[in-house]
């Protein structure tokens, strides 16, 4: 099973700053199959990122994702406050099970 | 709009058993693989079985192996979790979702207690 690292666990920026977001797994990632979601208190998870890069249908262009192998990275280029949240990477390689890591909160 | 709307949760002892439902609704249901995910209170997400469009292929964490069973009936456009030996570890809320791997569309989630 690979399991996946996230950095730093909490991330405490202000509206307009940059979030820089890590992931680390503990093997390379097949087939650029790696996504990132956000989740908001009392809410379900919503699906940013795919494919490393990839934005998901609605997801405005201040997140992109980035990295290959076993290093990942989502970057939010101007927080809006909105963007305050808990983003957990997730990796889903050529089989189950399709693990997560632990989470980075973006907070005030 | 795509909704999908789990049911069925709640609070069952240890070793006791319960079924979760998903309606969906607003996409072609069997025209998609779908998932279970999991969040235990305070916790991170995991994933916990899918499902081929027809049902044929079905795959689940390894701790839930045996235990879990993941149905789907595509004339009712509904997803099902059966659960048996349940244990303290398996209470969270249970997402349904759509896709194979990477979900693109969750439920609200439904809250699943094991305690005595």
Same mark, same amino acid.
């Given at each position: 099973?690979?399991? /996946?690292?996230?950095?730093?666990?909490? /991330?405490? /920026?202000?509206?307009? %700053?940059?979030?820089?977001?890590?992931? $680390?797994?503990?093997?390379?990632?097949?087939?650029?199959?790696?996504?990132?979601?956000?989740? *908001?208190?009392?809410?379900? &998870? $919503?699906?940013?990122?795919?494919?490393?890069?990839? $934005?998901?249908?609605?997801?405005?262009?201040?997140?992109?994702?980035?990295?290959?192998?076993?290093?990942?990275?989502?970057?939010?280029?101007? /927080? %809006?406050? %909105?963007?305050?949240?808990?983003?957990?990477?997730?990796?889903?390689?050529?089989? &189950?099970?399709?693990?997560?890591?632990?989470?980075? *909160?973006?907070?005030? | 709009?795509?909704? @999908?709307?789990? !049911?069925? #949760?709640?609070? =069952?002892?240890? #070793?006791?058993?319960?079924?979760?439902?998903?309606?969906?609704? #607003?996409?072609?249901?069997?025209?998609?693989? +779908?998932?279970?995910?999991?969040?235990?209170?305070?916790?991170?997400?995991?994933?916990?079985?899918?499902?081929?469009?027809?049902?044929?292929?079905?795959?689940?964490?390894?701790?839930?192996?045996?235990?879990?069973?993941? !149905?789907?009936?595509?004339?009712?456009?509904?997803?099902?979790?059966? +659960?048996? !030996? @349940?244990?303290?570890?398996?209470?969270? =809320?249970?997402?349904?979702?759509? #896709?194979? !791997?990477?979900?693109?569309?969750?439920?609200?989630?439904?809250?699943?207690?094991?305690?005595?």
């Amino acid at each position: 099973e690979i399991v /996946l690292t996230q950095s730093p666990g909490t /991330l405490s /920026l202000s509206p307009g %700053e940059r979030a820089t977001l890590s992931c $680390r797994a503990s093997q390379s990632i097949s087939s650029n199959f790696f996504a990132w979601y956000q989740q *908001k208190p009392g809410q379900a &998870p $919503r699906l940013l990122m795919y494919d490393i890069s990839t $934005r998901a249908t609605g997801i405005p262009d201040r997140f992109s994702g980035s990295g290959s192998g076993t290093d990942f990275t989502l970057t939010i280029s101007r /927080l %809006e406050p %909105e963007d305050f949240a808990v983003y957990y990477c997730q990796q889903y390689g050529t089989s &189950p099970p399709f693990t997560f890591g632990p989470g980075t *909160k973006v907070d005030i | 709009e795509v909704q @999908l709307v789990e !049911s069925g #949760g709640g609070l =069952v002892q240890p #070793g006791g058993s319960l079924r979760l439902s998903c309606a969906a609704s #607003g996409f072609t249901f069997s025209n998609y693989w +779908m998932s279970w995910v999991r969040q235990a209170p305070g916790k991170g997400l995991e994933w916990v079985a899918n499902i081929k469009e027809d049902g044929s292929e079905k795959s689940y964490v390894d701790s839930v192996k045996g235990r879990f069973t993941i !149905s789907r009936d595509n004339a009712k456009n509904s997803l099902s979790l059966q +659960m048996n !030996s @349940l244990r303290a570890e398996d209470s969270a =809320v249970y997402y349904c979702a759509r #896709g194979h !791997s990477a979900p693109d569309c969750w439920g609200q989630g439904t809250l699943v207690t094991v305690s005595s």
